[in-house]
C-alpha cells in the first residue's frame, strides 16, 4: 500500500481522492494555485502546496512545478485526477523517469489507448465492432461510393482533417452521394486547406454507453458494469445513469466482455472507461478508450458497492484483484447530474461568481460530490462545474423521483446553474421513457 | 450635502457590484476624485495548514517538513527583530522547491539583514528538479527581513524576504 502521494488536480476530484486516501491511510498531499488558496478541502489534505497563479498553465498543467511540489513533499506517487494532466503521456514519463509512481497506466498503455486510429486497430483485432469506415482518407469516388454500400446507409463524409462539424455531410442514399462527396471535398479544402475526406457509416440516435474498467498489474482485469451517458450538450456529459436500461442482460455482457478484451490487449493497468455507441438497432461500436478515472464514477460506485479510487490507489500500490467478477453485482439504478456554474439561458454560458448561499440536498439515495461551500467564488480559470448530484435508489423510477426532490432542495444562490436544466430533463416524458439518444438535450432543450 | 448623499449612493453601488462579483479590492480615479474600496475576505472554514505568507516576525510555514539543509538554524530571529512593516516590498518564491542560502554548503550566505540588494543581485537559489535557480532580488533596496532558512520547502508565491525599497 502506497502510504503518501500527491494528487495533481483541484476541485471535487481532488477531495475525492482525499477521501480514498485517509480511509486507506494514505497521506495525501494537495496542491493549489492561487486561485484555490481558500478552498477548504485544502484543509483536509495532510499538506498543501501553493503551485502557481490561478493560470492553469502556470499551475495545474505545468509539470515542473508539480513535479518539484512532489519532490519536496517526498511522496511515492501522483494521482492526476480526470483532465489536466491525466491523460498526458509525456507527464506519465516525466513521472517514472523522476522515479515517483503515477496512479494510472503505463506510459505505453496510455499513448495506444490515447491513439484514436491505434484504439480503434486494437478493438478490431479483439474483435471488438468499430464503427465501419474506409480505412483512412479516400480520394476516388466511385470508391467511395462502393464502399458506402458495402457499409450501409446512411453514411457520413467527414474532412480528414476537420473539426467543429464542418467539412462533414450526411449521405442517405446513392443519388445524393456524387454531389455530397465532391461539396464535402470543397468544404474541406476551404475550411482546411485539405480536400481529404473519410467515410464512416453514420450511426443513427445512438446511445452512448461506457464500460467501467480496471486492471491491475499481472493482467487481471475487472469491469463494474456499465454508465448510460446520452445526456449530453455539444459532447459534454450532463447527465449519467447505470444500468443502461436500454439493453438486455446479453448485451451488457458482450459490451463489457468487449471492454475487458480490449483493455488486456493493450496490456492496461489501473482504472479505464471504454466508450462505445449503441445504434436503435442494439448494435454496438468501439469509439474510444479513456485512461483515467471519469467524473461520473459515482454512479457506477453507488450501484456496484465499490470504491474505484479505493481500487485505483491499492493496484497503483502493488495490489493485485482479489475478487472474482462474479462477486460484482449492480444493485438498483444511480443517476448522477452534473451541476455547472453555467446560464442555461444564454446558451450554458459560463457564470463565474461568489455563492452566497448554499445548502446542498440530503436525504436516503443521495450523495453530493463537491469542492464548493457557502461563500465560495467560482473561478473562470476553471471548467464551470461545482458539484455533482448522484442517487441511488432500488429502480430507475426510483431514482428520477429522489432525483427530482434533490434538484429542488439544492440552492446554490444568486449564480445560474444548472439545476433548472436538469429538472428539466429529468421531467421529460422521453427521459422517463428513457427514450432517449445523444441528441436528445439539443432537439428537446 | 447633495454631493456626500451622491457620494454614498456612488459607494454603496460599488459595494453592492463587489459583492456580487467577488471583488476584495476596488480603485476608482475620476481626475482629482479617487474611491478606494477594500473588502474582507469572504469567511472560510478554519484556514489550510500552509498559507503561502508567513506575518512577520513568525517562521515561515512552507512546507513542515524539517529542514533539509546542514544550516538546520532558522535565522528568522532576525525576522522577529523587525516590526510589522508595511512598506518593506516582498521577495516571493517564483517556484516549488528547495531554498539553498548559499552558493555551496560552504559559502557564506547569500544575503544578511542590512544587505543592499540591486535587481539583479542573487539572494537564494531554489532547487527544483535537480536544477538550481537563481533567484534574483528584482529591486533595489535593503534587506530587513529573512524569512526562511536553508534547505527549506518553499512553495509558489511564499514571502522569502522583505525588502525596504529605494
Keep these: ?445 | 450635502m447633495a454631493d456626500k448623499d451622491a457620494d454614498l449612493k456612488r459607494i454603496k453601488r460599488l459595494i453592492k457590484i463587489m459583492e456580487e462579483n467577488g471583488l476584495v479590492e476596488v480603485e476608482i480615479q475620476h481626475g482629482d476624485d479617487k474611491i478606494a474600496l477594500k473588502r474582507a475576505q469572504p469567511q472560510m472554514v478554519v484556514g489550510h495548514p500552509f498559507a503561502g505568507i508567513a506575518a512577520p516576525g513568525q517562521e515561515s510555514a512552507g512546507v513542515a517538513s524539517a529542514p533539509k539543509g546542514d544550516d538546520a538554524s532558522a535565522r528568522t530571529d532576525q525576522a522577529a527583530s523587525a516590526g510589522a512593516d508595511e512598506d518593506l516590498a516582498e521577495i516571493k518564491s517564483p517556484i516549488v522547491g528547495t531554498l539553498y542560502a548559499t552558493p555551496s554548503p560552504d559559502s557564506e550566505n547569500y544575503v544578511e539583514v542590512g544587505l543592499r540588494v540591486e535587481p539583479q543581485t542573487v539572494v537564494c537559489i531554489i532547487e527544483a528538479m535537480k536544477v538550481m535557480n537563481e533567484i534574483k532580488a528584482e529591486i533595489s533596496g535593503t534587506i530587513r527581513e529573512i524569512l526562511v532558512s536553508n534547505g527549506q520547502a518553499v512553495e509558489y508565491g511564499q514571502v522569502l524576504f522583505r525588502v525596504k525599497a529605494d
Design chain 1, 1 to 445: 500500500m502506497l502510504s503518501r502521494i500527491l494528487i495533481a488536480n483541484r476541485g471535487e476530484i481532488a477531495l475525492r481522492i482525499i477521501r480514498a486516501c485517509h480511509e486507506l491511510g494514505i497521506e495525501a498531499v494537495a496542491v493549489y494555485s492561487q486561485a484555490d488558496k481558500d478552498a477548504p478541502y485544502l484543509q483536509f489534505a495532510d499538506e498543501a502546496i501553493c503551485i502557481g497563479p490561478p493560470d492553469c498553465a502556470e499551475s495545474y498543467l505545468n509539470i515542473p512545478r508539480i513535479i518539484s511540489a512532489a519532490e519536496v513533499a517526498d511522496v511515492e506517487a501522483i494521482h492526476p485526477g480526470y483532465g489536466f494532466l491525466a491523460e498526458n503521456s509525456h507527464f506519465a514519463e516525466v513521472c517514472r523517469d523522476c522515479g515517483i509512481g503515477f496512479i494510472g497506466p503505463s506510459v505505453e498503455a496510455m499513448a495506444l489507448l490515447g491513439d484514436k486510429v491505434a484504439a480503434r486497430k486494437l478493438a478490431e483485432k479483439v474483435s471488438v465492432p468499430v464503427v465501419p469506415g474506409s480505412d483512412g482518407a479516400i480520394e476516388d469516388e466511385s470508391e467511395a461510393l462502393k464502399l458506402a454500400n458495402k457499409m450501409g446507409y446512411p453514411v457520413i463524409i467527414k474532412a480528414a482533417a476537420g473539426g467543429g462539424g464542418r467539412g462533414m455531410r450526411v449521405v442517405h442514399n446513392d443519388i445524393s452521394f456524387r454531389s455530397a462527396f465532391s461539396s464535402a471535398r470543397a468544404e474541406a479544402d476551404a475550411a482546411f486547406g485539405n480536400s481529404s475526406v473519410y467515410l464512416e457509416k453514420f450511426i443513427v440516435e445512438p446511445r452512448h454507453v461506457e464500460v467501467q474498467v480496471m486492471a491491475d498489474n499481472e493482467g487481471n482485469a475487472l469491469h463494474f458494469y456499465e454508465r448510460d451517458c446520452s445526456i449530453q450538450r455539444r459532447h459534454q456529459k450532463m447527465i449519467e445513469e447505470s444500468p443502461c436500461s436500454a439493453i438486455d442482460k446479453h448485451a451488457r455482457e458482450e459490451l463489457c466482455e468487449s471492454a475487458l478484451r480490449i483493455i488486456k490487449e493493450a496490456k492496461y493497468s489501473n482504472a479505464a472507461t471504454v466508450e462505445f455507441l449503441v445504434d436503435k438497432d442494439k448494435n454496438y461500436y468501439f469509439i474510444e478508450a479513456n485512461a483515467r478515472i471519469q467524473v461520473e464514477h459515482p454512479v457506477t460506485e453507488m450501484v456496484t458497492g465499490h470504491d474505484l479510487i479505493k481500487w485505483q490507489l491499492k493496484i497503483a500500490g502493488g495490489e493485485t484483484i482479489d475478487i472474482s467478477q462474479r462477486s460484482i453485482k449492480l444493485t438498483g439504478a444511480a443517476i448522477e447530474c452534473r451541476i455547472n456554474a453555467e446560464d442555461p439561458q444564454k446558451s450554458f454560458a459560463p457564470c463565474p461568481g461568489t455563492i452566497t448561499r448554499y445548502i446542498p440536498p440530503g436525504g436516503p439515495g443521495v450523495r453530493v460530490d463537491t469542492h464548493v461551500c457557502q461563500g465560495w467564488t467560482v473561478s473562470p480559470n476553471y471548467d464551470s462545474m461545482i458539484a455533482k448530484l448522484i442517487v441511488h435508489q432500488q429502480t430507475r423510477a426510483e431514482a428520477i423521483t429522489t432525483m427530482r426532490r434533490a434538484l429542488r432542495e439544492f440552492i446554490i444562490e444568486p449564480i445560474k446553474t444548472t439545476i433548472p436544466a436538469c429538472l428539466e430533463i429529468l421531467s421529460h416524458n422521453l427521459f422517463v421513457k428513457n427514450k432517449v439518444d445523444t441528441g436528445f438535450v439539443e432537439r428537446n432543450l
